[in-house]
């Protein structure tokens, strides 16, 4: 799936050592079906050549506000008029603290001057930099101004030196731009997500598992945060990143049983809506060993199950009436090996929610595909069979038009 097709973007490049990313960046851009035309100030050039530029984005390299190859001689405002977006990457102090006082004393800032697009600036440099209280005036004007921010992350700096102002990474920035582009009918409205398995520890070194991968549900947390909502993310053992964790829009609890989950997710509980899309444990061990269980010949152990708490059906009696609708609205998730529409309704009614997402697979368990089914009071609609992402998309937008 291409998240940018059929967007321009205008990637600028200003003077800093990052530079050397912008060339990943273009390449990442292009790969998301972005058509990319790359604009350099003087210092930019100093770092990475036009020529790398022009190779990655397959399109000539604007370096100067004096062209003649275009028509009129006014490239700024051609290069304007058709974008989708400016991205700047990096940007630097001096390019933000120009940007902020609408200076445009070269092509790429007369270009940020003239347009009618959406900026994104992805900050770096050096973190003195970045603390000076002039580039906090910068920030607090280009934001005033809509401009965006993408970062910048706290890390280790080219000049030795540990502390904020690295620019983001360049998928860290892909993703915030094709964030940026969806749509945001959850702005304001805080989503809380179970995902992934649960572990029942049997003694320090063993455990029931079972072999959800926890994709779906990390989809749809990336999703809301894409749709405007803060997203707070109660996660099983699993080793997949958090979505978008730069945006400052999601946080992650991570928990390793299904009680641990529980605690989790009551502490959270405060949200307007609740994906339970964990594959939850239904049983833990009465007694965990503290210490390893050894072998005794040929005897097996006796391990006595206890009931875990029903995280979903918890959260439901929970629920309140705001403005006529239920409050959170609940999502829950069902896989079944026989019948799934008729057994996926039974469960939305016994635990007393208004939504079941039935999963259709495929069967290879962590899959980037999959296919769904909803059910709701109206009846189930099957949805295509298409890429997490995709799906958890289409959800959200769904689930946004019932609050
Ligand atoms: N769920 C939960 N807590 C549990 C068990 C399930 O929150 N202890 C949630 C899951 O996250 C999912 C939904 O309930 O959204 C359905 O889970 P499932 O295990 O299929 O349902 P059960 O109620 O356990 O029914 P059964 O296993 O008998 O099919």
């Not at 058709?82 to 902020?100: T, V």
């Not at 049983?257 to 061990?285: L, P, Q, R």
Request: charged share 20%; with cysteine; net charge positive.
């Amino acid at each position: 799936m291409q998240s940018l097709l059929n967007k321009k973007i205008v990637l600028g490049i200003s003077g800093g050592i990052a530079a050397y990313k912008s060339a990943e960046l273009a390449r990442l851009l292009i790969q998301e079906g972005a058509s990319v035309q790359v604009v350099m100030t003087e210092a930019a050039q100093q770092f990475v050549t036009p020529v790398t530029m022009q190779a990655l984005s397959g399109n000539p390299v604007f370096t100067s506000q004096w062209d003649s190859s275009v028509a009129n001689n006014m490239a700024h405002i051609e290069l304007s008029r058709s974008a989708d977006a400016i991205l700047i990457a990096p940007a630097s102090a001096d390019l933000m603290a120009k940007l902020s006082l609408g200076l445009a004393d070269d092509l790429l800032t007369t270009l940020c001057l003239a347009r009618d697009c959406s900026l994104l600036l992805a900050p770096a440099m050096n973190k003195q930099m970045w603390e000076h209280a002039a580039t906090h005036r910068s920030v607090a004007r280009l934001t005033q101004d809509s401009v965006a921010l993408l970062g910048p992350a706290s890390g280790a700096q080219a000049c030795g030196e540990v502390g904020m102002g690295r620019m983001l990474e360049p998928a860290e920035i892909t993703e915030q731009l094709i964030a940026f582009f969806q749509k945001k009918p959850l702005a304001g409205k805080k989503v809380l997500i179970t995902a992934g398995p649960t572990f029942e520890a049997i003694d320090p070194v063993r455990g029931i598992t079972n072999r959800s991968s926890g994709k779906m549900g990390f989809a749809i947390a990336r999703a809301a945060v894409e749709a405007g909502a803060q997203v707070h993310l109660v996660a099983g053992p699993c080793d997949l990143e958090t979505p978008l964790e730069a945006t400052g829009k999601i946080s992650r609890t991570n928990v390793i049983s299904a009680k641990e989950m529980h605690a989790a997710t009551m502490n959270s509980i405060d949200c307007d809506v609740f994906f339970a899309v964990a594959a939850v444990a239904d049983w833990g061990i009465a007694k965990p060993s503290k210490e390893k269980i050894k072998r005794q010949g040929k005897q097996s152990p006796n391990l006595e199950f206890i009931a875990n708490p029903d995280i979903l059906l918890d959260m439901a009696k929970i629920v309140r009436t705001k403005a006529g609708k239920p409050h959170p609205y609940c999502v829950g998730f069902a896989a079944e090996s026989t019948d799934l529409a008729n057994h996926a309704n039974e469960k939305r009614k016994r635990k007393g929610i208004p939504m079941v997402v039935g999963n259709i697979g495929p069967d290879t368990f962590g899959s980037d595909l999959n296919q769904l089914l909803i059910i709701d009071e109206s009846g189930s609609k099957k949805m295509a069979k298409a890429e997490k992402l995709q799906l958890a998309r289409q959800l959200i937008q769904l689930v946004a038009k019932k609050i």
